[in-house]
């Protein structure tokens, strides 16, 4: 039931600050973040003491082992009623925090980068991974718009994302995301699915056991 895996994608040209392509419209930007991380982890503080991290729960009733919260007009949310988006965080009934302006710029930028100019996201999922947390392979198929890219952003600990095809049996190459690395796809790969294995133990400098991933998109 698991397809085949390509080698750790390790493209020589995705050195700090460089970029490559890794399928149709799929672009992984070395350390594009790094010069922002401080500033992107402050900020992650803010919106989280405000909105804080939890675990949602699955259609199913499976509490979800990423701890998710979120910041933009939209957030993403699961509970037993399915997944979708939502104006308000279902903990306290308020509007999620606002995106930070640091935000919204890194992900335009890195949207240009990857080829979608004027990407205005309107909502950021923050994922936090611990060791053994992972993510198993799915779409980003709730937003209302698949004109968007989505931008993806890795801080602390480095994961190995999956990223696979239209096809939930496609095979799939595997990316290493470290600190500062951003992933912008949209186009033609707008629907692949993806996921991140289970994250390996490890202690990063700024975020200690904890990996945190920021995910923009346009979904209203
Ligand atoms: C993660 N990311 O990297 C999980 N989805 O922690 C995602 O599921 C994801 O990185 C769509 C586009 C980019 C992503
Ligand atoms: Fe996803």
Redesign the pocket.
Known sequence: MHAPMHDLFDAAEAEAGGAAQFAEDAWLLRGFALDRAAALLEAIDAITAQAPFRHMETRRGLRMS?AMSNCGALGWVSDRRGYRYAARDPLDGQPWPPMPAVFARLAAQAARAAGFDGFKPDAC?V?R?EPGTR?SL?Q?RDERDFAAP???V?LGLP?T?VFGGAARGDRVQRLS?RHGDV???GGASRLFH???LPLAEGSHPLLGAR?I?L?F?RAG
């Open positions: 990423v999922l994922n991974y993510l799915h980003d989505i931008v993806s890795s994961a994302f995301l992933v912008a796809w993806h996921g991140v990996r991933n995910t998109r």
